[in-house]
């Protein structure tokens, strides 16, 4: 009993201990970002292993998923002779919903592990001690550019994901099921609001990017430097940052469209 | 002791770690100019000495100060600073693995200065013909050997040409000939630079043949110290032990445990 509570308590205030460590590190990848404007090359070579690298499985999960919509969406439409609308539906659903969340779960998979399993194996190799004797601080040179590039990759790549998606809708809705095409774009146009719709799912986008990048890299700094440590991390940067995209997800679709 | 002549001086050093004492109260001083090799048998704390003077780790209590400085409550600006002037070869190297060997070596350069691409080439090329290594320059780190890892970092290390080079165990996987040219180096450096160097060895002979002053550590305190004469002549137990090789003596060959018979369960 005494014992329980006492592993009890030794996990709370690890786990306090984490966040307040991830606190800092935030703040201080943050303090790096104004000298990074000096060296835009470091920014470009994260921007692409980050950004460039996700674009492949977020364009083609895009397109996937713009086709299932449009498959689905026209059942369902077509029962109440609506399936004009198939094309607001699609672009709908994904500026709002689909595009930043499911983006954003894509790019942690793919980009966040990475960074977590990259950081980690610099910190277990000693490369990040053997940068801070050179008098070179790993959390602005190796930190805060992948910070960014992170933060700069996801909007965009949602922005990838639902633009592919809205043609995924259109293969399936007009070129294979027949719906109008002059109907599919101009409900589409007439509908989508520029501030309500896509703004919202950009700010989503933009948290999401912020959020994910954060775990991967303190993740990353944090682990214990062994492979085991380090397997743990990049396992943790997916599940924490799932979970942190769909909770975020509820709070931010409660605040905006209510 | 004249106080300009001593670039680190470490007093009352303590230091834990996973509970366990590693330093108990450790006083050293390293000369400027002057090559002060640190013995002592595994897992003594080495390799955290240097750590903690790089400031990679904080000691529970007492002072070390460098070149004037005191490392334990430096600012992060000025640590940064300080460490533009300390070089320090890492025990397996620890080479950025993104880059190449030339790469590597030039780190340094490119992150301090703003030389132009003609000099650094030149600096470079020099600093890896010094290790023997300029036919490797376009090599990856995971291509080199153990040895060949060390002496790259090594060029790396004295890139910046600093004021004080740690060398944690440099002659370890290193064959005759280049352990030769190592010492060499090492002393030459040393004389022609005006560096002053900090060697963690266990290799006697190579140690003993550089060393302007030894310190002998183990359990946690200087056993011993003074010049290799001072050492091989000394009546201190844990002085000819080591310096000897002999299994038997003060200093302990294994990690602090319980009776063997009792772990044994006999
Ligand atoms: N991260 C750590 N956590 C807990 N204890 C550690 C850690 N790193 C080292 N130690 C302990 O600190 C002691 C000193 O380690 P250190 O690496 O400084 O030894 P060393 O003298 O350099 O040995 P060697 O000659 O084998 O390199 C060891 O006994 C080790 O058990
Ligand atoms: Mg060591």
Known sequence: MINQLQSLGHKALDFFQRLGRGHILIVDVLKGQPALFFRPRLIIQQLYSVGVLSLLIVVVSGFFVGMVMGLQGYNTLVDFGAEESLGVMVALTLVRELGPVVTALLFAGRAGSALTAEIGLMKATEQLSAMEMMAVDPIRRVLAPRFLAGFISMPLLAAMFSAVGVLGGYFVGVGLLGVDEGAYWSQMQASVDLYEDIYNGVIKSIVFGFVVTWIAIFEGYDAIPTSEGVSRATTRTVVHSSLAILGLDFILTALMFN | ?266
């Open chain 2, 1 to 266: 002791m004249d106080e300009n002549k001593t670039l680190v001086k470490v007093r009352d050093l303590k230091f834990a770690r996973a509970g366990r004492m590693i330093f108990d109260g450790v006083d050293l001083d390293i000369q400027r100019g002057k090559i002060t090799v640190i013995m002592g048998p595994s897992g003594t704390g080495k390799t955290t000495l240097l750590r903690l003077i790089g400031r990679q780790l904080k000691p529970m209590q007492g002072s070390i100060s460098v070149d004037g400085e005191e490392v334990t409550t430096l600012g992060h600006r000025r640590l940064y600073e300080l460490r533009k002037r300390m070089g320090m070869l890492f025990q397996n190297g620890a080479l950025l693995t993104d880059l190449s060997v030339f790469e590597n070596v030039a780190y340094p350069i490119r992150e301090h200065t703003n030389l132009s691409d003609e000099l650094i080439r030149t600096l470079v090329l020099m600093k890896l013909q010094a290790v023997g290594l300029r036919g490797a320059r376009d090599l990856m780190p995971a291509e080199l050997s153990g040895g060949m890892a060390r002496r790259v970092a090594l060029a790396r290390a004295i890139a910046l040409d600093p004021m004080m080079i740690m060398y944690d165990e440099p002659f370890t996987g290193q064959d005759p000939i280049s352990m030769g040219v190592l010492v060499r180096l090492i002393r030459n450096l040393n004389d022609a630079l005006g560096l002053t160097s900090v060697v963690v060895s266990h290799d006697i002979e190579e140690a003993s043949s550089i060393a302007d002053y030894i310190y002998l550590l183990s359990g946690g305190k200087v056993v011993a110290h003074g010049t290799t004469e001072d050492l091989a002549n000394s009546d201190s137990e844990w002085a000819q032990q080591f310096m000897k090789g002999k299994p038997d003596g003060p200093v302990p060959f294994h990690f602090q445990s319980q009776p063997y018979t009792d772990d044994l369960n006999i």
